[in-house]
């Protein structure tokens, strides 16, 4: 079986994945919204297990170079759970981009290919800004 095929799992974690950030999105724009940014974390966390699985899940955070998101991402979740959503966001915030930080690259690399977007993206000033914070670490 490749690591990249399409299982039904796969495509529930994706979907889960993706109404997480819906959620979150929607409690941000909602006020800080405690109980659907509660949601769309947990959301957010199965769909990424059910994505790349449980243990590649429980291994990306439990690097010893992803501590600090990990611990930021969770005291952001505990935040938010105990209805002080404005603190845990910020956190969270924090965690995530130290988190997956190392997949920036990747996202640059999608964003020029895109048809016309990917023309905005090739510019030079862009290029160098890509390539000026490209993570040096892989990120699973």
Known sequence: MSSFEMNDLKKIGLGLTGFGIFFT???????FDKGLLAM???LFLSGLALTIGPKSTLQFFMKPQNYKGTISF???????VIGWPIIGMISESYGFIVLFSGFWPTLAVFLQR??????????????SLMDRYRGKRVPV
Do not use: C, D, E, S
Not at 25 to 31: K, P, S
Not at 114 to 127: A, E, K
């Open 114 to 127: 895109i048809p016309l977007l990917g023309w905005v993206f090739q510019h030079p000033f862009f290029r």
């Open 25 to 31: 999105f929607l409690g941000v724009i909602l006020f």
């Open 40 to 42: 769309g974390n947990i």
């Open 74 to 80: 969770g005291v952001g979740f505990f935040f938010v």
